[in-house]
């Protein structure tokens, strides 16, 4: 059973466009929703974090957009760099379940110069 | 400060072997997860250990264990191996605690090709 949807697959976008990845999850208990960025050969690192209080957080061109009543939670990049060119793991836990991530499908972004 | 490092980096194996992985996690961390990530299935939860005792566990068979040492060093196993564990495991350690954080630092992985 997939518990977090991601959406879509794999994006190209021009260099200072805007990338958009869309996420939804099934289970109301999750609370903790990160983002990671992973380059080919080395391992997702976070990039941004967003708890069910917020609605929205931003941090340098990066922006969380969190849905709590449609249970979806986006990432949008500003501004988008060809050093963008990644694949991006939308996530969620729990409390009670420690480190215990989720992770959706992940999502292909080509910035293209 | 030194990331988390995997070893070995790759190694290839046939069915019916087993294989062990090993961790080391960032200084101070006392947390050790283990992840799965392949094309069809993605990223997926293996298990975690805090101070040497396993705290969570996927949904992944017996034939996958592991163990973290008093010093939070962590290794992996797989017994009899299959062609479909051909995978990345990748390693993620952090400072653990009952709070929950997701704020996971991932090592470059162990790529195992099962033939």
């Known amino acids: 059973q997939q518990q977090v949807k991601q959406s879509p697959q794999s994006l190209i976008v021009q260099k200072g466009g805007i990338s958009i990845i869309n996420c939804a999850y099934e289970?109301?208990?999750?609370?903790?929703f990160p983002w990671y960025q992973q380059f080919p050969g080395k391992g997702p690192a976070l990039l941004i974090a967003i708890r069910p209080d917020v609605s929205e957080k931003k941090e340098g061109r990066f922006t969380i957009s969190f849905n709590k009543s449609a249970k979806q939670f986006s990432l949008h990049i500003m501004d988008s760099q060809p050093g963008d060119s990644a694949t991006y793991f939308c996530a969620a836990s729990k409390g009670a379940a420690g480190n215990k991530l989720t992770f959706g499908g992940g999502t292909r972004v080509l910035v293209k110069p | 400060k030194a990331g988390v490092t995997q070893t070995p980096r790759y190694l290839i194996k046939t069915r019916g072997q087993q294989v062990t992985l090993s961790c080391s996690p960032i200084s101070g961390h006392r947390s050790v997860s283990w992840y799965q990530q392949t094309p069809g299935q993605g990223l997926q939860f293996l298990f975690e250990?805090?101070?040497?005792?396993?705290?969570n566990k996927g949904n992944f068979p017996g034939r996958f264990s592991g163990r973290q040492f008093s010093n939070s060093r962590s290794e992996m196993n797989v017994s009899t191996l299959e062609l479909g564990d051909s995978a990345l495991y990748l390693c993620?350690?952090?400072?653990?605690?009952?709070?929950?954080?997701?704020?996971?630092?991932f090592g470059e992985g162990s790529r195992l090709t099962v033939l």
């Open positions: 993620a350690s952090s400072f653990g605690g009952f709070a929950n954080t997701g704020e996971l630092f």
């Open positions: 250990y805090f101070s040497e005792t396993q705290r």
């Open positions: 289970n109301t208990a999750f609370d903790y």
